[in-house]
């Protein structure tokens, strides 16, 4: 106890004495005298930064050096003495201690985020410290290309060391893109299982089980700097303690990366970048031009190379068989282009779906990346170029991100061939359909008319051509509608084929009657066209037998008009009117009765008919414009 009593300056005077004169080494007594001061001070009611300040104030020289054993044991030491006399935590026995190491991790970490600039240092500190003090079997940091959107592995501890900077994904792929894309952190017992879960064969992942990824995020403004993996081999279940040192961890690594990153952007990069994308920008506009699918490989070996400041250039189409080989279907660049592409790299291009680069010998370099939608590999596109000041990763984000355009263009023009070949072959049948519609109805008309040629009741004969011309109305809207295709016709153009017809099939001989149709912009739809045929043969028939009878002349004015989302159709005559108290629910005829019933139950409209001031009669069809 009564080395618990000491004094904060006391103890703090003890330690410094016991790390002398290897203060890295971090021995026993040393955690032994670490551990006093941070009990001490947290007697004296000082926080555990006043702790490290006073430290810092006594020792500046030999903070940055201590080991990370040391500094946990004076964080133990305070956390030690705040639980035994505040309470404000209860853990099971040993708990303290991962805590602690965790506080040791997160100062190593932030000491290696402001101790250097260099990134690859700084990444490399953050994957080995993290997983240590997690007891993961791997962590791996992937950044993320805010203009490609490509997520580039740039350190591990744990996967294939080789595969560093020359793995770029899209920044949705898999569970690392689940939490690019949510900004959440994912955490899965059995990765594998995972509907999002891919792997790459070149990484070595496959053998993990479990993993957590978690982004690393730039609160202000709020921006994706990339994404961290930790997996373990077996399964495991990371408790929400060791998920906030992680997440905490994550936040200390973005900002390292971000103040990594603008050191090493000079404005010679910076412009190097800004005309990248202007590239990449205008390539996706060339692609996206309609053309159809052979027309484009050519096209993307081109841009290809040119966005790449490559001299050799190839598009191979995948295989549609096993045993097959993959296809050239464009090339730039010497006659024997294809022949620069060993077919390991191809191999490994398919069989990881993700940008691949090999450097060769003669200062040269050697990139592939997948044609990869949605919803299938269509190919890949591969280019040699000279290797220059840009770094093989911002090459693999930039090409990817090349090729996932060339891919969507590719698909598109696969889509707008097929369908343009749908709707030819569609033409053809809806033509041939209208064709024998066409016919068939021209053929009842003429079965009709030759009946009504051989009736010998007036009567009947009335009753079939009636008949002859409701079939021969229909059959002109009908060659209406299908001479273009149309889905709708203005109604003015349905009564000029209906009057025609009636000029024929209903006038009878001896009668002149003069039709007069004022033009009109209202429309109809297909189902209303066929439909307002039927109507207006109905009430010319109307007009010119019952209003025309003992007449040899007569006029009839039909007027359509739309306004106020209806449409109104009036037919007027100058014939004798309607009988004295003419009541449309008793007295109308049964061609008048079907008329009402078309309006009422197909149009959902409304009919009315009464008599004109100046003599004759008005029929009038009101209806929705839509129907």
């Given at each position: 106890m009564a080395d618990a009593k000491i004094a904060p300056i006391d103890a703090l005077t003890h330690f410094l004495e016991t790390i002398q004169p290897e203060p890295s080494l971090g021995g026993a007594q040393a955690r032994r005298a670490a551990h006093r001061l941070g009990s001490s001070c947290a007697k004296a009611d000082l926080t555990i930064e006043e702790t490290f300040e006073l430290l810092e104030q006594s020792a500046a020289d030999l903070l940055a050096v201590l080991s990370a054993d040391t500094l946990g044991s004076i964080v133990r030491g305070y956390v030690d003495q705040v639980v035994r006399t505040r309470g404000t935590t209860h853990r099971p026995p040993g708990r303290l201690s991962s805590h602690v190491a965790r506080l040791a991790a997160l100062h190593r970490i932030?000491?290696?985020?402001?101790?250097?600039?260099?990134?690859?240092?700084?990444?490399?500190?953050?994957?080995?410290?993290?997983?240590?003090?997690?007891?993961?079997?791997?962590?791996?940091?992937?950044?993320?290309?805010?203009?490609?959107?490509?997520?580039?592995?740039?350190?591990?501890?744990?996967?294939?060391?080789?595969?560093?900077?020359?793995?770029?994904?899209?920044?949705?792929?898999?569970?690392?893109?689940?939490a690019a894309t949510s900004h959440q952190t994912q955490m899965v017992e059995d990765a594998q299982a995972h509907p999002a879960f891919f792997t790459y064969p070149i990484v070595?992942?496959?053998?993990?089980?479990?993993?957590?990824?978690?982004?690393?995020?730039?609160?202000?403004?709020?921006?994706?700097?990339?994404?961290?993996?930790?997996?373990?081999?077996?399964?495991?279940?990371?408790?929400?303690?060791?998920?906030?040192?992680?997440?905490?961890?994550?936040?200390?690594?973005?900002?390292?990366?971000?103040?990594?990153?603008?050191?090493?952007?000079?404005?010679?990069?910076?412009?190097?970048?800004?005309?990248?994308?202007?590239?990449?920008?205008?390539?996706?506009?060339?692609?996206?031009?309609?053309?159809?699918?052979?027309?484009?490989?050519?096209?993307?070996?081109?841009?290809?190379?040119?966005?790449?400041?490559?001299?050799?250039?190839?598009?191979?189409?995948?295989?549609?068989?096993?045993?097959?080989?993959?296809?050239?279907?464009?090339?730039?660049?010497?006659?024997?282009?294809?022949?620069?592409?060993?077919?390991?790299?191809?191999?490994?291009?398919?069989?990881?779906?993700?940008?691949?680069?090999?450097?060769?010998?003669?200062?040269?370099?050697?990139?592939?990346?997948?044609?990869?939608?949605?919803?299938?590999?269509?190919?890949?596109?591969?280019?040699?170029?000279?290797?220059?000041?840009n770094h093989i990763d911002q090459k693999l984000g930039l090409f990817q991100a090349f090729a996932d355009a060339a891919a969507l263009a590719v698909e598109n023009a696969e889509l707008y061939d097929e369908a343009n070949r749908g709707f030819a072959r569609a033409s053809t049948l809806l033509q041939e359909m209208h064709h024998r519609v066409r016919n068939n109805l021209q053929t009842v008309a003429a079965l009709l008319s030759m009946q009504a040629r051989h009736a010998s009741h007036p009567a009947h004969k009335a009753t079939l051509q009636e008949a002859v011309a409701r079939v021969q109305s229909i059959a002109a809207v009908h060659n209406l509608l299908s001479a273009d295709n149309l889905t709708s016709a203005t109604v003015t153009s349905i009564v000029k084929h209906v009057v025609d017809e009636a000029s024929v099939n209903v006038v009878p001989r001896g009668i002149h009657v003069e039709f007069e149709v004022l033009p009109s912009d209202a429309t109809a739809s297909s189902r209303q066209a066929t439909i307002l045929a039927l109507l207006v043969n109905e009430c010319v028939t109307n007009s010119i037998e019952h209003g025309m009878a003992d007449r040899t002349s007569g006029h009839i004015w039909i007027t359509p008009r739309a306004w106020d989302d209806q449409i109104e159709l009036r037919i007027e005559d100058d014939g004798c009117g309607l009988p004295e108290g003419f009541d449309i629910e008793r007295d109308s005829s049964l061609g008048l009765r079907i008329a009402r019933t078309l309006t009422m139950s197909d149009l959902k409209g409304t009919f009315d008919i009464r008599n004109r001031p100046e003599g004759g009669a008005v029929t009038a069809i009101r209806f929705p414009a839509t129907g």
């Open positions: 932030n000491r290696a985020a402001t101790s250097s600039l260099r990134l690859d240092d700084v990444l490399t500190t953050i994957v080995e410290t993290v997983a240590e003090t997690i007891e993961g079997d791997a962590c791996s940091v992937f950044l993320h290309d805010g203009h490609t959107e490509a997520l580039i592995l740039r350190a591990t501890k744990g996967l294939n060391p080789e595969a560093i900077g020359r793995i770029a994904i899209r920044s949705d792929a898999g569970i690392t893109g689940l070595g992942e496959d053998r993990y089980t479990s993993q957590v990824s978690v982004p690393l995020l730039l609160r202000e403004p709020d921006r994706l700097v990339g994404v961290m993996n930790i997996q373990s081999i077996e399964r495991r279940s990371f408790d929400p303690d060791e998920l906030t040192f992680l997440e905490t961890a994550a936040g200390e690594l973005a900002i390292a990366i971000e103040n990594a990153r603008l050191y090493s952007q000079t404005d010679e990069a910076l412009h190097r970048r800004i005309d990248e994308m202007k590239a990449l920008q205008a390539v996706s506009r060339s692609l996206s031009a309609e053309r159809l699918p052979e027309d484009l490989y050519p096209l993307i070996a081109q841009h290809a190379a040119a966005i790449a400041r490559g001299d050799a250039a190839v598009v191979l189409a995948t295989a549609h068989t096993a045993d097959a080989l993959p296809l050239c279907v464009g090339a730039t660049g010497p006659e024997n282009a294809a022949d620069m592409f060993p077919f390991s790299l191809i191999e490994r291009v398919t069989a990881t779906r993700s940008a691949v680069a090999i450097e060769l010998d003669d200062n040269h370099i050697l990139i592939g990346a997948p044609l990869l939608t949605a919803h299938r590999l269509i190919g890949s596109v591969f280019v040699r170029a000279r290797l220059d000041e």
